[in-house]
């Protein structure tokens, strides 16, 4: 969990995100926009970052549960 999110509804967003993404890029093929094609790579990017951020998280959470049982 992060902050109030957890990782299912961060990755949930970050699906949204995605697929807004790949809308906007289609939507705005061949119309010269360099900043809005700008911002959408920086928005593809962050949910890039989100998903290899939940993946690094998921595991350090199964390795501190071993841990945790080790010192039972």
């Not at 990017?45 to 959470?61: G, H, P, R």
């Amino acid at each position: 969990m992060i902050n109030e999110m957890t990782y299912d509804e961060i990755l949930a967003a970050s699906n949204d995100m995605k697929k807004s993404c790949q809308v906007i890029t289609r939507l705005i093929q061949n119309r010269n926009l360099p900043d809005l094609e700008n911002f959408v790579e920086s928005v593809d990017n962050y949910t890039k970052y989100l998903d290899s951020t939940i993946e690094l998280m998921v595991a350090a959470d199964k390795a501190l549960k071993g841990l945790i049982d080790l010192k039972k």
